[in-house]
């Protein structure tokens, strides 16, 4: 039998309610391995044992007076931007290195609630700003596939941290492909669901109209299990839709035959990679013999994506990271002599290159007049970009395409070049701008052993077409089991 | 040459919701510092406002009171800067789609009437306030203020004169106070000023280069820095120079007002939409029923208290000057329905006695039925219109009731005329020199026999009855 920290959350929940194991075990055995790799991969920022002990206990007990939900006592980490009330939120940046939130951000209040086990807080691209995980300020995380390569970003500490058994799931967020990237990047599965479907309330906030959290896991049941837990509409965001949401783990046996994939032109005629290519020909196959049809289609302004993307993220950006400025939390420079010189000084130590960049592209970009012909601009692209989605569904049920351009590629290949950086995203940031759904899914290896993934897109809420063609899919092939040798 | 001015008024006024714009904090003023508040108006890392609908109604409430158009859709966007007393550095306000616009009050000088029109309504919210300790290198930040609801009401520029700016202020204050969404207390900060004002050779239509005036904390304020600001500028112009477009700050002690900062020092605010906030759509329901619960406004209740109570113009300005001041005018006159009668005490004593206590609410001494007592009492002879005066200063300061004032200081008037007809006899018995010329042709000497009995009953004596005994018994020596 295999240890524990390598099942899936599926089967730790049967394990669980059958009483052949308990949460404090799972725990540890996580903890044990966290031991074991974490000096080689650098998944966690902080990571919390005894806490996480102490939650197992009492899941554990919550168990023993009856409780039963299919995630109580299962370990989950999470990404460094979401606020665990009185534990240390950094946010991947020294800025915030010493910050503890007052408060617990919705989606930490309902994993408490429903007796999950926190392991810690998993390493991010500073402020969520980077497709690598390399702008850290605690340092890269490594891919447990090839430690010279990176887990890609923004999440990489939680796509990492599940590749490599040290969580048995985990959540991140994703504002241009930082969920789907890393999964991608890390052979597991994850998906950005629907602007909207889950709270942001104590997401520290990136760009605000794009940020949305998710799930990691290993298969697309350990998704469906999070999404239940995480699709809620809050009152405390106003961005978050009131409505009901499905049962998402009753899809997973529906047949997918009949459905019709669209394949965009624009997404194929990208592909420069052979083996990115050949895992997307060996999905179309799969998903053929599933009974599916495919149709090609055009989204004319997929092209404009990333330049519009690097207008609007960085403006919110500029906005919301005004905030940290020394008076109140957070990184204050010790020698100033005046209140502009504290702003200057305490932003200048505490922010990354990445950072700086980002907040100066977006102030000037929202600058009196410039504003018309960047930012109004780039919500015009926007607009165009969620129209040609909206037209392309007309045609399709969901979308196929790849999350990145390429494998895992090494840790300081694209450090210095930003552009380079930005456009590993080309794939991902679209379905950011259209507010849509995105599902990673590990879809093969590359000639050296790298995992690759392919995404589906689907329309707005409809999450439960992209959980019924993942599982369809993983029941017809095997990458989403194959582990990394770490 | 003669120059006329063109003045615009922003007007920031607090609304008196319980809570906060933007989180539940409540928006109490006077709490220990820092206390009203929480991780949202703290702008901490993760959170996100959700805006306070009671605001939307308040708001809604003014724009209606301004006949401004309200649009379907309004949009919050945030206006940036660095400020300690601001925690997300950032203001979220209303800057391309505010929540009204193309609105209009009439103002009243005393000399004319007038139409301003009023550019937009918005809203947005308040920062904190910073203390500032010259012993030390350091300041305090209170955050209490912070996310507190505020309107702003912009005017166009139609106003011509610092009084038509006064009246324009003060109508709005009134008209704010009236609906119940602002206490209108503009020392604590609730209804604040700023003016835009420049020249130009009177019947040109063009606009002169503009300055800003700021820190004007009452309605004497915006019109002592508006005439100064006048004739700095006309004295600008006339020595052949040009006004230079800057921010100015009003000087209360000197009455006068010094640059602050000058265009190119000015904010770039960067504005752009709220990505938090989805956009306020208000729907026509909502609208008409905000606008089926507008209580009757200042203009409304003058011209109907001139035509129910037969008022003249002066009196209905004075007693609808405030919605507590009509509602106690008219609660009085319920009671005693002589109107012009309780007008004048109302105007009189009882504003006298209140400025001089520095209260606004004229019920919290004497209520409507104290005061109706009163005048009943003096209608039925029982105490003189003197008395009464004194009684009510009694009322006033003790909050007893006429009836056991009288009662406990003997002041009942005298009105007996045999106890008083005994009086009289002593009086011109004791003076047989003033009686004599009295009766060669000195009638005006009567007064000195009233006040002579009236010395005698110390005031009790019922004067009326006094003069006719008088005249009585002078007749009977003739």
């Not at chain 1, 409505?243 to 032109?265: A, N, W």
């Not at chain 2, 350091?138 to 702003?152: A, K, M, W």
Request: charged share 25%; proline share 5%.
């Amino acid at each position: 039998m295999s240890e524990l920290y390598e099942m899936t959350a599926w089967q730790l929940a049967e394990e669980l309610e059958k009483g052949q194991v308990c949460s404090v075990d799972v725990t540890q055995s996580v903890i044990k391995r966290i031991e074991t790799v974490e000096e080689l991969v650098h998944a966690y920022v902080t990571v919390a044992p005894d806490r996480a002990i102490e939650m197992a206990k009492e899941s554990d007990a919550k168990r023993a007076k009856g409780a039963s939900n299919r995630l109580l006592g299962i370990p989950v980490a999470v990404k460094d931007n979401m606020c665990m009330k009185g534990q240390r939120t950094t946010c991947g940046s020294r800025i915030l290195a010493n910050f503890s939130p007052p408060y617990d951000a919705t989606v930490v209040a309902a994993m408490r609630e429903a007796g999950m086990v926190i392991l810690g807080s998993c390493n991010m691209d500073e402020f969520a700003m980077g497709s690598s995980t390399e702008t850290s300020f605690w340092g890269p995380t490594r891919n447990p596939w090839d430690r010279d390569r990176t887990p890609g970003g923004s999440s990489g500490g939680s796509a990492a941290a599940v590749s490599a058994g040290e969580a048995i799931l985990s959540v991140g967020s994703d504002t241009g492909g930082s969920i789907r990237l890393p999964a991608s990047f890390c052979g597991v599965s994850g998906m950005k669901p629907t602007y909207g479907a889950i709270s942001r309330y104590g997401l520290v906030a990136y760009a605000s109209s794009l940020d949305q959290i998710g799930p990691f896991g290993r298969d697309i049941r350990d998704l469906s299990l999070l999404l239940n837990l995480l699709c809620h509409h809050d009152p405390k965001d106003s961005t978050s839709v009131p409505r009901q949401y499905p049962d998402f783990t009753t899809v997973l046996e529906t047949p997918v035959s009949g459905m019709k994939i669209g394949l965009p032109r624009e997404f194929f005629s990208k592909l420069d990679h052979p083996d990115v290519e050949r895992v997307m020909k060996d999905a179309q196959s799969v998903f053929q013999a599933l009974g599916i049809n495919f149709v090609e289609l055009s989204l004319p302004h997929l092209d404009y994506g990333i330049a519009a993307y690097y207008i609007i993220a960085p403006c919110e950006a500029s906005s919301n990271l005004a905030r940290y400025d020394g008076v109140k939390y957070g990184h204050r420079a010790e020698n100033f002599s005046n209140m502009i010189d504290m702003y200057r000084y305490s932003r200048a130590e505490g922010f990354g290159s990445e950072v700086k960049r980002r907040i100066m592209l977006g102030t000037y970009a929202l600058s009196s007049g410039y504003y018309d012909a960047y930012y109004l601009k780039a919500a015009k692209v926007r607009s165009l970009i969620t129209q040609d989605f909206r037209s392309a569904f007309q045609d399709c049920d969901a979308i196929l395409c790849p999350v990145a351009p390429t494998p895992p590629f090494k840790i300081g290949e694209k450090i210095d070049d930003p552009i380079q950086m930005y456009l590993t995203d080309v794939f991902t940031i679209p379905v950011n701008m259209a507010g849509l759904p995105g599902l990673s899914l590990p879809g093969g290896f590359s000639a050296d052993g790298l995992p690759i993934g392919i995404q589906l897109i689907a329309p707005h809420f409809e999450e439960v077409r992209l959980i019924q063609l993942g599982a369809a899919y993983q029941k017809e092939t095997d990458h989403h089991l194959a582990r990394p040798s770490i | 040459m003669e120059y006329e001015a063109v003045i615009g008024l922003e007007v920031h006024a607090q609304l008196l919701t319980k809570s906060k714009a933007f989180c539940s904090c409540t928006t109490k003023f006077g709490n220990v510092p820092n206390s009203n508040t929480c991780p949202i108006c703290l702008g901490m890392p993760g959170v996100l406002p959700v805006f306070n609908r009671r605001a939307l109604e308040f708001t809604v409430r003014m724009a209606l009171a301004c006949n401004c158009t309200i649009n379907e859709i309004s949009r919050f966007a945030r206006k940036n800067y660095y400020y300690p007393d601001l925690p997300k550095n950032y203001q979220i306000s209303q800057y391309e789609l505010p929540l009204a616009e193309h609105g209009w009050m009439e103002i009243d000088t005393g000399t004319n009437t007038r139409k301003i029109g009023i550019t937009r309504i918005h809203m947005e919210e308040d920062a904190g306030k910073l203390i500032h300790d010259e012993t030390k290198a350091f300041s305090y930040v209170d955050l209490n203020r912070t996310g507190v609801p505020l309107i702003e009401i912009v005017s166009e520029p139609d106003i011509r004169t610092p009084e038509e700016a006064a009246a324009y202020l003060k109508a709005l204050h009134s008209i704010l106070v009236y609906l119940e969404i602002c206490d209108g207390n503009m020392e604590e900060g609730s209804f604040r000023c700023d003016a835009n004002v420049s020249l130009r050779p009177f019947g040109a239509t063009g606009l002169g280069v503009k300055t800003e005036l700021k820190n004007m904390n009452s309605f004497r304020n915006v019109q002592k820095a508006l005439q100064y600001e006048i004739d700095r500028q006309t004295e600008v112009l006339e020595s052949g120079e040009t006004v230079v477009q800057e921010t100015r700050l009003f000087d209360p002690a000197s009455g006068t007002t010094s640059s602050m900062r000058s265009k190119e020092e000015a904010h770039d605010y960067r504005y752009f939409p709220d990505p938090d906030l989805l956009p306020l759509r208000v729907t026509f329901n909502f609208v008409e029923q905000v606008r089926s619960e507008l209580p009757e406004l200042p203009v409304q209740k003058r011209d109907r208290f001139m035509q129910e109570y037969q008022l003249p113009r002066y009196d209905a300005d004075v007693l609808t000057s405030s919605r507590m001041l009509a509602d106690y005018f008219e609660n009085t006159v319920a009671l005693y329905p002589q109107a012009k009668a309780v007008s004048n005490w109302v105007m009189t004593e009882l504003l006298r006695l209140m400025k001089a206590a520095n209260e606004d609410n004229p019920s919290g001494r004497i209520s409507p039925g104290m005061l109706a007592e009163l005048l009943e009492l003096m209608d039925k002879g029982v105490v003189s219109g003197k008395m009464a005066k004194t009684i009510f200063e009694d009322m006033y300061d003790s909050g007893h009731t006429a009836s056991a004032i009288i009662e406990q200081k003997g002041l009942v008037q005298v009105s007996d005329e045999d106890e008083l007809r005994a009086l009289v006899c002593k009086v011109l018995d004791d003076s047989p020199k003033e009686v004599a010329k009295y009766q060669g042709g000195k009638t005006q000497l009567l007064g000195h026999f009233v006040g002579q009995v009236m010395k005698a009953t110390r005031g009790k004596a019922n004067p009326a009855i006094v003069n006719k005994l008088l005249l009585e018994e002078l007749d009977k020596r003739g």
